[in-house]
C-alpha cells in the first residue's frame, strides 16, 4: 500500500500569507492526487484533484503542483475562510492532515 | 445541484447490524461509481468501498471485507452500505461520495454527503 505523509501536521498563518501544504508519498504516482478541505462539523471538499486541476467553483487562491512522490498544495493569500484541515488523497490512501489555524 | 444525503447511522452493540442509506440527486446517478468512507478522530479518513456505476463490481477495504456489503438501486438513486459483525472500531462518521469521473474508478471524490454517526458500543 502506498502511504501519504503530510507536512506540517498543523501550522499558524494570518491572513494574507501563502501557505504551502506538502505530501510525500511512498512510491511514485502517476493518476489522480487530491486536495481536500475540510472544516468542523462538514464534509470533505475537494480544491484540486489529478494534482493541479482546480476543481469548479474553488477559489483561484488554490493550487496544486508536484510529481513523481512530493506533491505540494499553496494557498496565495490566506483568507479567514481558508482556516481548516487539509488532506491530501491518492487511490484509497488518505494523507494525515495538516490543520492551518490563526496566527 | 448534485446532492448526497446519508441516513440510517446510530448506536449498535458489537456484533450487530446496520444498514445506511445514501439518496443522491442532482446527477445523473446511473452514470456514476459512488464510494463509502469513514471518518474517526484517531484514525482520520479511511476510504470503506466502492461500487460501479451499473452495481456489477464491488470493492472493499480490508478492513471490512467479508463484514460489509456496498449496494445500489439505480431505480430510486440509491445507495446502501450493509454492515455486519460490527466493531467498536468501525465506530465513524460515514460518507458517501460521488466518483468524479463517469462510468469509472478514479478514487476522485467530487461530492461528499453530510455524512451519518455509527456508533459501535455496549
Known amino acids: 500500500d502506498i502511504q501519504m505523509t503530510q507536512s506540517p501536521s498543523a501550522l499558524s498563518a494570518s491572513v494574507g500569507d501563502r501557505v504551502t501544504i506538502t505530501c510525500r508519498t511512498s512510491q511514485s504516482i502517476s493518476s489522480y492526487l487530491n486536495w481536500y478541505q475540510q472544516k468542523p462539523g462538514k464534509a470533505p471538499k475537494v480544491l484540486i484533484y489529478?494534482?493541479?486541476n482546480l476543481q469548479s467553483g474553488v477559489p483561484s487562491r488554490f493550487s496544486g503542483s508536484g510529481s513523481g512522490t512530493d506533491f505540494t498544495l499553496t494557498i496565495n493569500s490566506l483568507q479567514p475562510e481558508d482556516f481548516a484541515t487539509y488532506y491530501c488523497q491518492q487511490s484509497y490512501t488518505f494523507g494525515g492532515g495538516t490543520k492551518v489555524e490563526i496566527k | 445541484q448534485v446532492q448526497l444525503v446519508e441516513s440510517g447511522g446510530g448506536v449498535v452493540q458489537p456484533g450487530g447490524s446496520l444498514r445506511l442509506s445514501c439518496a443522491a440527486s442532482g446527477f445523473t446517478f446511473t452514470n456514476y461509481g459512488i464510494h463509502w468512507v469513514r471518518q474517526t478522530p484517531v484514525k482520520g479518513l479511511e476510504w470503506v468501498a466502492f461500487i460501479r456505476y451499473d452495481g456489477s463490481k464491488q470493492w472493499y477495504a480490508d478492513s471490512v471485507k467479508g463484514r460489509f456489503t456496498i449496494s445500489r438501486d439505480n431505480s430510486q438513486s440509491t445507495l446502501y452500505l450493509q454492515m455486519n459483525s460490527l466493531r467498536a472500531e468501525d465506530s465513524a462518521i460515514y460518507y458517501c461520495?460521488?466518483?468524479?469521473?463517469?462510468?469509472?474508478?478514479?478514487?476522485?471524490?467530487?461530492?461528499w454527503g453530510q455524512g451519518t454517526l455509527v456508533t459501535v458500543s455496549s
Open positions: 461520495a460521488k466518483d468524479g469521473v463517469a462510468a469509472a474508478l478514479t478514487y476522485y471524490f467530487e461530492y
Open positions: 489529478a494534482v493541479s
